[in-house]
């Protein structure tokens, strides 16, 4: 998985917030690592749900407002999709508006996170890799979906914004 950015994804609006690495924080860790030069490291800002959202709603305004993102923060072809928690779910309709901009993905890593359920992902996802990053906390069933899937499976001693930069920079040096 050679990116030119690594895009990683705020939690989605309206879910519980995820007790993954803090992403400013592994965003900083991600540009000190020397294997990462030349890599842009995106963490495009999405704003909160309006209050009559519903889910479903704020789901879809998440993944255009992501894409949006990517796009005026210069993100550079092939992208690496880096989802926490309850936002894997939507990583095929994140996955969809890159290729829609025209964007390549390189990959996918979802970190602690839920599988996207199989009728949300059609015949065309996955498009590229998909690496499930699992920590202690994560839910054995979700990372139990990956294996089943044929994803790796990485397991890591937290999810820590030092232990997830270092996989994300094993995966991307890999």
């Known amino acids: 998985m050679t990116p030119g950015t690594v895009a ?18 592994l965003a ?7 294997r990462l030069s030349g ?19 704020a789901n879809a305004h998440w993944v255009a407002h992501l894409a949006i993102g990517l796009a005026t923060g210069g993100a550079v072809a092939p992208v690496l999709l880096v989802l926490v928690g309850a936002a894997g779910e939507l990583a095929p ?11 390549a993905v390189s990959g996918y ?15 065309d996802w996955p498009d590229a890799p998909v690496v499930f990053v699992a920590s202690p906390a994560a839910d054995p069933l979700q990372a139990n979906q ?29």
């Open 8 to 25: 990683l994804c705020p939690p989605l609006p309206l879910a519980p917030a995820p007790d993954g690495p803090d992403l400013p924080d």
């Open 28 to 34: 900083d860790a991600l540009l000190d690592d020397p």
């Open 39 to 57: 890599v842009r490291v995106l963490l495009p800002a999405v704003p909160d749900a309006a209050p009559d959202d519903d889910r479903r709603t």
């Open 93 to 103: 309709a994140l996955g969809f508006s890159q290729k829609a901009s025209r964007r």
């Open 109 to 123: 890593v979802l970190v602690d996170a839920v599988v996207p359920p199989a009728e949300s992902r059609g015949g």
């Open 146 to 174: 990956a294996r089943l899937r044929g994803w790796d499976v990485v397991e890591v001693p937290d999810a820590s914004a030092p232990a997830i930069a270092e996989t994300l920079a094993r995966i991307v040096a890999g």
